[in-house]
C-alpha cells in the first residue's frame, strides 16, 4: 500500500520564508496567525490526512460509490467517519467568516489543507471542497436569508455543496443549457431538466445536500445571457433551518469511471423541484464563476496533490530498489546490486517531479494569498492588482498544474516499473484518479483559450502588463548578484520568450482568430514555465538567505539550490519550443480538410 507524508515543513518554508506570509497581518484573520499558529494548524491537517484519510484511499477506489434502488447513494467504508472528523475539525468552516459559523482564518491555509486532503485521497476531498465552493458563491451572492439559512451548517459540514453545470448537450458551451425555471407565483421557482456528472451530487456523508444548479429561466435570452443560478436544496428547508420534505431532486444513476471512484458522479434528475434564485436573474454565470473560480484553484491543487504523493512513492522505492550498477562503479558493492536511484535516468524523473512539487506549491500558495488580498485587503489598489493576477494566472495555475501532474503520476509509475503497473503498488490509481483534473472545471484547452482569448487583453492588458513589470523588477538586481546570477538570467531569458509569444500573439491573433487558438496551449505551458521559474528564484533567494543565518538548515536549502539549479538546467529551456510552436501560426494545423482525419 502507497504512503503518504503531508510537506509540512515544506509549506511552513514557503509561507513563512518564502512569501513572507507575516506581511499580511493586517489583513481580517492574519494577525492571529502568528509562525507557531499556523505550524500546528498545518501539523493537525497533516495528521489527519495522513491517519484518516490515506488509508481509505485503496478502500475507495476498489469499493466505489453505490446507488440503491430508493436512488439514494452510499460512499465507501468508512468515508462517512472521516467526512465527521473532518467536519468536526474545523476544516471546512476554516476561512469561513465568523459571523456565519467559520474561523475566519486565511483561505491560503485552506488551500494548504487541501492539497494535503487531496494527496491523501483525492475522492474523498472532493465532498468538502465542493461544499467549500459552493459556500463562496452563496456568501458572495446569496442575499441574506439565504447566507443564514444555509452557510452555517454548510460550514459545519452537517450540509454539502455541488455545482450543477453540465447537460448531456451542455459541456464547454453553456450557453446550449436547456434546464427549466418556471416562476412558481411565490418568489421560488420549478426547476426541470437533468445534469450530468454531477461530483457528490447525492452521498450519505451530510443531512442535506445544497444544489447549486444554472438554469434559464422561461422566456430569458439564449446563449449565456439568459442563464440564472438556483439554489435547489434535496430536502426543503423551512425559515428556522429545520428539513422539511424531500424535494424534487434525485439521482438517475451513477457514472462507471476510470478513477476517483470514492467520488459520486451522479446523473441528477430535476422533476419541477423548488429553486431559489441566487443573485440577479440570467445573471447565472457571473455568481457560479466565484464557485467555479475557486474549484479551479481546488483542481490545481489536485494535480499537484497526486503529483506529490506519487512522487514520494516513487523516491521510496528508487532508494529501495536494487537493480544494475551505478554507470560511475558499484556504490553499495556488499549488495547483489545498486538502489535504482544511482541511476541518471531514474533521478530525471524524480527530480522532474521534485522540481515541479516545490515550485507548483509555491505558485499555488501564492495565488490563495492573492484571493486573501483579493477579498480581505481595505486597500483598493492592492485588491484591485491582486484580483488582476489571480485572474491572470487561474487559467494558467489549473490547466499547468494538472497536466504536469498527471505526467507526473505516470513517470512516478515508470520509476516502479513493472510494479507500477500493478493494483496493489497503488501508483496506477494516482495516474487514473489524476487524469480527470485536465478535464473536468474547464478543459485545459478551455484554460488556454481563456488566457488568451480573455485574460490578456482583459483591460488593455492591464494584468499582463503589470506580471511583466512585475517580474522584471524581481530580476533585474539579481541578474548582478554573484550568487543569484545563475538562476536570474535564465528566468530572464524564459520572461523574454513570454513576451515574445504575446507580442506574437498581438500581433498575429486579432485579424486571424485561429492563430491564438492554435497558440494558445502552448502559450499557456510556456507562461506556467516562466512561472514556476520565477517560484524558484524566490524559493533560492529564501534558501540562500537562511543558509547564511540558520546553520542546521543548510543542508535543506542545498536540496532547494539544487532542485532549483535543475529546474532551470532542464526544463525552463522548454520555453524556446514553445516558443517557435506559437510562432508557426494556424495555417497548416487548420489546412488539413476535415475528411483527411
Ligand atoms: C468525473 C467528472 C466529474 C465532473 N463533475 C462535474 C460537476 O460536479 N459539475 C458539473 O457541472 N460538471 C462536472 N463535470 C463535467 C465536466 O466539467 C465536463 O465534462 C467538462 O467541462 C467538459 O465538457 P464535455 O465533457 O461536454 O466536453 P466538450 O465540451 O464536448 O469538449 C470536448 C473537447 O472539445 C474541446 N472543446 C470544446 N469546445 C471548444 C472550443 N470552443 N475551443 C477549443 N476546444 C473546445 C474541449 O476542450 C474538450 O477537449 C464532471 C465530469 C467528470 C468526467
Redesign the pocket.
Known sequence: MPSYKAPVDDTLFLLNDVLNFQRFGNLPGFADVTPDVMSQILLEAGKLCEEALAPLNQIGDEKGCKRHDDASVSTPPGFKEAHDAFAQGGWISLAVPEEYGGQGLPYTLSMAMNEFASSANMSFAMYPG?TQGALAALLRHGDDEQKKLYVPKMAEGRWSG?????EPQC???LGLLTTKATPRGDGSYSITGQ?I????GEHDLTENIVHLVLARIEGAPAGVKGISLFVVPKFLVDGDGALGPRNGVSCGSI?E?MG?HGNA?CVMNYDGAQGFLVGEANRGLNAMFVMMNEARLGVAMQGLAQSEVAYQNAAQYAKERLQGRALSGAKDPGKPADPIIVHPDVRRMLLEMKAFNEAARGFALSAALDSDIAHRSDDAASRQAAEDRLGLLTPVLKGVLTDLGFENTVKAQQVLGGHGYIREWGMEQFVRDAR?SM?????N??QA?DLVGRKLPRDGGRAIMAYFKDTAELLAPLESDEAMKSFAAPVKAALDDLQKATMWLMQNAMAKPDNA?AASYDYMHLFGRVALGVMWVKIAQAAMAIKAQEPERAELMDAKLLTARFYMERMLPETRLRLTRISTGADTMMSLAEEMF
Open positions: 465542493l455541488t455545482m450543477n453545470l453540465t459541456g464547454t458551451d445534469k456528472f454531477i461530483s457528490a457514472e469511471k476517483i458522479t480527470i478535464i473536468y472545471e474547464g478543459a484547452g478551455i483559450l487558438g
